[in-house]
């Protein structure tokens, strides 16, 4: 088997949401993403949608078979300060993260969302 033939171009992370207006507040609102597109089977079904911020591609999911809650994702960011300077600006209530720095030399900031799922974002020590 040829093995140089197969590549993998990345990750996308599915995240369990239940309120669509609170994920919207949460994730557009605060943390500066956009909406790619949203499907629902037909109205009043589950909402599954994929959110982007620049490269960074999340979808998030009301149906329950997708996702548990809970989940934790890493996403680097360049310019952790400026990132960390941006939220609070926004002054988004329900969270006041501080930026970590951890002992295998990165720079953290960690977010939890509404529905319980913790959004890590991280600068390495060789990307600052």
Known sequence: MNTSEIT????????????????????????GFVIDWEHR????????????????IIHLSEHHGDCCPGAAVRIEVGNIESFYSRLLLKDYKYARPGIEET??????????????????????SSSS
């Open 103 to 124: 002992p295998w030399k990165t720079k953290e900031l960690c977010n939890h969302d509404p529905f319980g799922n913790r959004i890590i974002f991280f600068e390495s």
């Open 8 to 31: 993998m171009k990345g990750l996308t992370s599915i995240l369990r949401i239940f309120d669509e207006a609170k994920a919207k507040e949460f994730y557009m609102d605060y943390l």
């Open 41 to 56: 089977f037909e109205d009043n079904m589950p909402l599954y949608m994929q959110i982007s911020y620049k490269n960074c």
